[in-house]
């Protein structure tokens, strides 16, 4: 892993998706890696990143990995927490270098949803960034951090984190590209995921 740097490549913001799996590659350099190191090298505008590296995570196999669903859910609170806060560099817990991440299946998903990816790049730009900044942005963390909360119950379901981890990763793509329409269109749809996880939550404890 190289060290973690201020800024992110052009490309990320230019090409959101395929931008952040690429620095992921670029930074795990061939060998497995560690949550703390993943996000850290995202530098001060880690923020929407973490968004987007979450829900593509959650959504492919790796998210099966035990432990993952629930620890990419606290690491999405404490940022949104963060970004409630308006801190100008996020703040990454020590405890996250021991949530390892395999090279091997983080290569192999980019292989495979890699063209997927640049097709929904094409279509994401800057657009009403009105609504990815001021009280926006504060509903926009509120509600990635209840999306995040129902992580840690979801997470005991196979793949039943997945809506969430689309919602979050929308959310995280609008931030990066400042567009609006899409950040939206992300919050109009979380309140299907909320009331969807609700009922998956309460058949757990009934």
């Known amino acids: 892993m190289t060290e973690a740097s201020d800024d992110i490549d052009p490309p990320i913001e230019e090409a959101p998706l395929q931008g952040v799996l690429a620095h992921v590659l670029s930074e795990m350099d061939g060998e497995d890696s560690n949550l703390r190191d993943i996000v850290a090298s995202m530098g001060h505008r880690a923020f929407g990143p973490v968004m987007v590296l979450c829900g593509l995570f959650l959504m492919t196999p ?111 793509l609008a931030l990066i590209a400042r567009d609006g329409v899409l950040m939206l269109i992300a919050l109009s749809v979380s309140i299907g995921i909320f009331a969807w996880a609700g009922i998956l939550v309460g058949g757990l404890l009934a």
């Open 62 to 172: 790796i998210g099966a990995i035990p432990g993952l669903p629930a620890a990419f859910g606290l690491i999405n609170i404490a940022f949104a927490v963060q970004l409630l806060a308006r801190r100008p560099y996020p703040w990454v817990p020590d405890i996250l270098a021991k949530v390892q991440v395999p090279h091997a299946r983080v290569a192999k998903a980019h292989a495979k949803v890699a063209p997927w990816l640049a097709r929904i790049d094409n279509v994401i730009r800057p657009r009403l960034p009105s609504a990815t900044e001021g009280p926006m942005l504060v509903l926009a963390a509120l509600v990635a951090i209840l999306l995040s909360a129902t992580m840690v119950p979801l997470g005991l379901i196979p793949f039943g984190v997945v809506p969430a981890a689309f919602i979050l990763g929308l959310m995280g």
